[in-house]
């Protein structure tokens, strides 16, 4: 069977979709419908909407930076499926102690799962868009 997987795995990264071997069809077919179910997922990852919270501290230099590069990575990113709250920690501190807050500014990816949660200025492109899973590490 392994041998089978790894022809089969060999057939498909060659482009032969509905490649069958001897006596082992299975094996093309279960590949084949693997990455179609791959290939769904990740165009249902691209409609997902995202729902992000920003948590800053009044407008200081380092929160206006912040808001500043979170709006501008969800323009070029999440054009028309984000929703972005911002929230200063000193006008609402009931949410920062929920969200137990300890530096800001701090973004949240609440939606889609899994939550994460991201410190400092979003200066850092490529650690963003890896934090908030638009970006695989590579």
Not at 4 to 28: D, I, M, Q
Not at 65 to 73: E, F, G, V
Not at 107 to 122: H, Q, S
Not at 124 to 135: A, V
Request: with cysteine; aromatic share 6%; hydrophobic share 40%.
């Amino acid at each position: 069977m392994r041998n089978a997987v790894s022809k089969a795995h060999w057939a498909f990264s060659l482009g032969l979709r509905n490649f069958e071997f001897k006596g082992e069809p299975h094996v093309a077919r279960k590949i084949d419908k693997s990455a179609e179910e791959y290939e769904k997922a990740i165009q249902a990852r691209r409609l997902e909407r995202y729902v992000l919270k920003l948590y800053v501290t009044g407008l200081t230099p380092r929160s206006i930076q912040a808001i500043d590069n979170i709006k501008r990575i969800c323009e070029e990113h999440l054009r028309g499926r984000y929703e972005l709250e911002i929230i200063d920690v000193y006008q609402q501190p009931v949410l920062a102690k929920d969200e137990q807050i300890l530096a800001a500014p701090t973004p949240i990816k609440k939606l889609p799962l899994p939550l994460r949660r991201l410190i400092g200025d979003m200066s850092k492109t490529d650690r963003i868009l890896l934090g908030l899973d638009l970006k695989t590490k590579n």
